[in-house]
């Protein structure tokens, strides 16, 4: 056994968990207990795809306690669906904390979101198009 506690070497056992933890993400909480090295190692995966349908999501308190650094690192794909009265105060925080120099990431809190999409069917100009409008301008900020 290894100073660090380890039985196999520490590139092999991360590899083990992190597999593990890609093939059953239900199985994420319970391996962030073994230890701390594997906490450090599984909790970003915990983070990686974040769905959030309501503002009063748990997922908006765990967030809060993660540093910004942490979240821009660990998080690759966010998706909230919410557009309930009083919804919209919480997306420009919950933004913030996301920031990032990545052209693709957009963040919109549009209102109106029902009659929006509509637009959107019919050929109009909805936020979906207005999103890409902006992803395209960052876009050619970014690189050039």
């Given at each position: 056994m290894s100073v660090d506690g380890s039985r196999f070497p520490l590139d092999l056992e991360?590899?083990?968990?992190?597999?593990?933890?890609?093939i059953n993400p239900k199985t994420i909480a319970t391996l962030l207990r073994v230890c701390h090295r594997i906490h450090a190692w599984i909790e970003p995966l915990l983070y990686s795809v974040i769905i959030a349908t309501t503002p009063d999501d748990p997922v908006f308190d765990a967030i809060q306690h993660k540093s910004p650094t942490f979240l821009r690192n660990a998080?690759?794909?966010l998706i909230t669906a919410f557009g309930?009265?009083?919804?919209?105060a919480r997306a420009p925080a919950f933004a913030s904390r996301l920031t990032s120099n990545d052209a693709r990431a957009v963040v919109m809190a549009p209102s109106?979101?029902?009659?929006d999409w509509e637009k959107g069917v019919r050929g109009g100009d909805d936020f979906w198009v207005?999103?890409?409008a902006f992803r395209l301008h960052r876009e050619s900020i970014f690189s050039g």
């Amino acid at each position: 056994m290894s100073v660090d506690g380890s039985r196999f070497p520490l590139d092999l056992e991360r590899e083990i968990f992190e597999i593990a933890a890609a093939i059953n993400p239900k199985t994420i909480a319970t391996l962030l207990r073994v230890c701390h090295r594997i906490h450090a190692w599984i909790e970003p995966l915990l983070y990686s795809v974040i769905i959030a349908t309501t503002p009063d999501d748990p997922v908006f308190d765990a967030i809060q306690h993660k540093s910004p650094t942490f979240l821009r690192n660990a998080v690759h794909h966010l998706i909230t669906a919410f557009g309930g009265e009083g919804d919209g105060a919480r997306a420009p925080a919950f933004a913030s904390r996301l920031t990032s120099n990545d052209a693709r990431a957009v963040v919109m809190a549009p209102s109106g979101y029902k009659q929006d999409w509509e637009k959107g069917v019919r050929g109009g100009d909805d936020f979906w198009v207005r999103a890409e409008a902006f992803r395209l301008h960052r876009e050619s900020i970014f690189s050039g």
